[in-house]
């Protein structure tokens, strides 16, 4: 799980162009929207593509995104117990 | 109708290059790619903005051009009148690319949301805060009297106190943008 955190944190630093930010910014637990990262609307897409692509994981439901995409931890633990790449 | 004596300020970006009325302001070494210049003079104004890192090309440049020459500058009721030549056919071939192969289909929300060319206009209204006209022009060539009696109009009817005009081109690394404030 650790390995896939690193993994998510580089990923989202390269997809979402965050300039400055290194992935020990980043939190497991820290919020990647609103008042932590800063994350907006487009990012959310951009990162509903990214768990599509790499992971193999299509996200139908916009509703589910906001709980899975609360922080990096959220987001590994949804991966690993669903992922098919 | 407008002309060039009513002009209060200008900037121009080419070539590696920015400058404002007529003082170079930035440059740096001309073998640079369009991306690193524009972080380079970016980060020269020592701003705190992480959605230019974002942007495409077009809005970089315009971004940077509204930045320099507004520095120091009041925005209230500032108009925006913008012309180029390509339109956002840059980011529409990158956008088009990632769309390209079926089998890999992965349109990229970053880079669509910027096929339009009128976007850097928003781009430079959000970070100015402007709620005034705007206008983006598509033309062979900087449609002077066009967008010079637009603006004119824009100050004559009372509709912006001032006016922000002028080209804004990008197309594979190919760049221009001069911008005038009337």
């Known amino acids: 799980?650790?390995?896939?955190?690193?993994?998510?944190?580089?990923?989202?630093?390269?997809?979402?162009?965050?300039?400055?930010?290194?992935p020990a910014d980043i939190q497991d637990d820290e919020a990647l929207f609103g008042e932590g990262l800063g994350l907006d609307s487009i990012d959310a897409?951009?990162?509903?593509?990214?768990?599509?692509?790499?992971?193999g994981i299509k996200l139908s439901d916009p509703k589910k995104g906001r709980d899975i995409f609360q922080s990096i931890e959220t987001m590994a633990t949804y991966i690993s117990e669903n992922r098919t790449k | 109708m407008l002309e060039k004596a009513n002009i209060q300020k200008s900037c121009t970006?080419?070539?590696?290059?920015?400058?404002?009325?007529?003082?170079?302001?930035?440059?740096?070494?001309?073998?640079?790619?369009?991306?690193?210049?524009?972080?380079?003079?970016?980060?020269?104004?020592?701003?705190?903005?992480p959605k230019f890192y974002k942007m495409d090309a077009l809005s970089k440049l315009a971004f940077l051009a509204a930045e320099y020459i507004l520095q120091d500058e009041e925005t209230n009721g500032l108009a925006l009148v913008?012309?180029?030549?390509?339109?956002?056919?840059d980011t529409d071939i990158k956008h088009q690319e990632s769309i390209q192969d079926m089998d890999n289909y992965y349109p990229r929300p970053a880079t669509f949301v910027y096929t339009l060319s009128n976007i850097c206009s928003g781009e430079i209204a959000i970070r100015h805060g402007l709620q005034t006209e705007n206008s983006f022009f598509i033309a062979e060539e900087f449609p002077e009297e066009t967008i010079f009696a637009y603006a004119d109009y824009l100050l004559q009817s009372g509709k912006a106190n001032r006016?922000?005009?002028?080209?804004v081109e990008y197309f594979q690394e190919a760049y221009r943008a001069v911008l005038y404030i009337f």
């Open chain 1, 45 to 55: 897409l951009e990162l509903i593509v990214l768990m599509d692509k790499t992971y």
């Open chain 2, 82 to 89: 913008l012309a180029n030549k390509s339109g956002s056919l």
């Open chain 2, 163 to 167: 006016v922000l005009c002028g080209w």
């Open chain 1, 1 to 22: 799980m650790t390995a896939l955190k690193e993994e998510l944190k580089r990923q989202i630093i390269d997809v979402l162009n965050l300039e400055d930010i290194t």
């Open chain 2, 13 to 49: 970006i080419e070539q590696h290059r920015i400058v404002v009325d007529d003082k170079l302001v930035w440059t740096n070494e001309e073998n640079l790619p369009f991306s690193d210049f524009a972080k380079e003079a970016f980060q020269h104004l020592d701003i705190d903005y």
